[in-house]
């Protein structure tokens, strides 16, 4: 995850909320991580940023980084800021289609929700439109049954200092409005995860507030949350959260567990590999390749978190395609990385663990029909065959696609 977004400015809007979208509702089994010991909860770490035609009025910066021109082609594919292709080509965030998509694809592979990237309230650079892209995301894991946990990029408020935006006295103040915004709206989700009662809060990086600066905020917050920090336990974290370190490479995985035996918590990572484009496209020099491995690095790691007996996993990340550590299908690994994430789950984690990697493609399939036909009385009924796929009625949703495929 690059530390300073260079997206360039998006137009000012208003978001409305319907506030009863995220009345609090009776918890999952899943959702208060306390008690997840035995059965953890896999979370896919999920970026809102993208913008695409026809969607959107134009391609965002997540596909082009200024350099790259979705518009072209290259061997069929449509030129982005990534080694690697989307299999449904490049999207929307703000697309509750492909939400949609995403989240049943995640539920067949045996991942319970998202980490969401957010950027708070602020309206500048691209900020409200990652807030609309979130909230519409929330939604749609209600909607779904799926988990969802918000990851502060706490860079922004060093970012709206330099801009006028806040005052620099305000950091912490800023801070405390944020979260305490979170706690009156989604925070009070049923989807939300919870540790110990606490809503968990993760906080990207080491950019933005200052140690000293997190101590003070998480003091002021009433109710308090379960805070982690990247890497580290600062003062006043229940513990950190683990992230790939092209630098170092997989030991990251092995040192983070070994650093976090004595912490309350941890949130151990897993990932595919970091490939990233940022030389290719100007932005930076790019960091060292983590290698694939023909899909090890992925089972290794995610191995080695699911042993840990934590009670959340992250997954780094579902779709960051700019430094190439997506798990969401692509052309180049097609559904490889969510298959081995199934295998897992089935091995790994208990209860018994239901999905074949050719129930995968179901999710595409829906998709597919969804945009080939906009009216409300086609829609409606896949609505249906949504609610189908979520609830594990795969057979009556396949008979409703006309998907002839095979289960083992």
Known sequence: MILYRQMPHVLAFILCFNLCAFAEDEPDSRSNASK???TPLILAHYMPWYMAKPFSEKWGWHWTMNHFDPEQEVDGRRQIASKY???????????????????????????DGVIVDWYGLTDYRDYAVLHRN??????????????????YEDQTIPALVEANRIAAADRVAHAVNEIDWLGKYWFKSGSYVKLDGKPVLLSFGH???????????????????????????????????????P?????????????SKSWPQAIPAAFPRFDDIYKQ?????????????????????????????????????????GEGTQIEPSWEFEYRDLQITQSLRRAEVEPPFPFRPQD????????RERKA?????????????????????????????GDRSARD
């Not at 950019?207 to 890497?231: H, I, M």
Request: glycine fraction near 8%.
């Open 134 to 151: 979130t909230t519409r995301l929330l939604q749609q894991c209600e909607r779904l049954k799926m988990t969802f946990v918000i990851c």
């Open 281 to 321: 496209a100007g932005v930076s020099e790019g960091y060292p390749r983590l290698a694939d491995n023909d899909g090890r690095t992925l089972n290794d790691t995610l191995k080695k978190a699911l042993n840990s007996h934590a009670p959340i996993i992250q997954i780094a990340t579902w779709n960051d395609w």
């Open 373 to 401: 036909d906009g009216s409300p009385r086609k829609q409606k009924a896949l609505d249906a065959v949504s609610t189908m796929v979520a609830t594990g009625a795969l057979e009556q949703a396949r008979l409703r696609l």
């Open 85 to 111: 292709h989307p299999l449904i080509g490049p999207y929307d965030s703000g697309d509750p289609h492909v939400l949609e998509y995403h989240l049943l694809l995640m539920k067949l592979a045996g991942i």
């Open 247 to 259: 630098k170092v490479g997989t030991q990251q995985v092995d040192r983070f567990l070994a650093d």
């Open 360 to 367: 995968l493609r179901i999710p595409l399939i829906l998709l």
């Open 36 to 38: 997840q010991n035995a």
């Open 207 to 245: 950019s933005g507030l200052t140690r000293e600066e997190w101590t003070q905020c998480l003091s002021r917050l009433d109710p308090p949350v379960a805070y982690f920090s990247q890497d580290i336990r600062r003062e006043g974290a229940i513990g950190g959260f683990g992230w790939p370190s």
